[in-house]
């Protein structure tokens, strides 16, 4: 098995992807190189940090801290879509609601994967 069959993982690449397009093509040129820069980073690290994580699952603990710092860098990708749409930086609000509604289920799929681990 490989982390690729993770559904985490599968939505996190969906989600980095979907946010790195509409940073380039539905932001004015000052966010693409200031928030625009911040969810790119934040939304990469959730589908990097599954990887590293997965690399050590071996070791519980490792795992659980990696799943943990996916969580993070999820819910500070969804604070900076959040504030892009706020501020109208992101004016489009069918790319808002469809990259916010994913990264909201990211989330719970987090967690719940993260609740498995506890137990």
């Not at 790195?20 to 690290?45: A, C, D, N, V, Y």
């Not at 599954?50 to 690399?55: A, D, K, M, N, W």
């Amino acid at each position: 098995m490989s982390y690729k069959n993770l559904e985490i993982w599968q939505l996190a690449r969906e989600v980095a992807l979907e946010i790195h397009k509409m940073s380039l093509e539905q932001l004015p040129k000052f966010e693409q190189f200031e928030t625009g820069q911040q969810i790119r980073r934040s939304s990469k690290s959730v589908r990097s940090t599954i990887v590293e994580g997965y690399g050590r699952r071996t070791y519980q603990a490792e795992y659980f801290k990696f799943l943990t710092y996916a969580i993070a860098s999820n819910d500070e990708t969804i604070d900076h879509l959040e504030s892009m749409f706020e501020t109208v930086s992101l004016k489009n609000k069918e790319i808002y609601e469809s990259i916010h509604v994913k990264g909201e289920l990211l989330g719970k799929k987090l967690n719940n994967f993260l609740k498995h681990f506890e137990r």
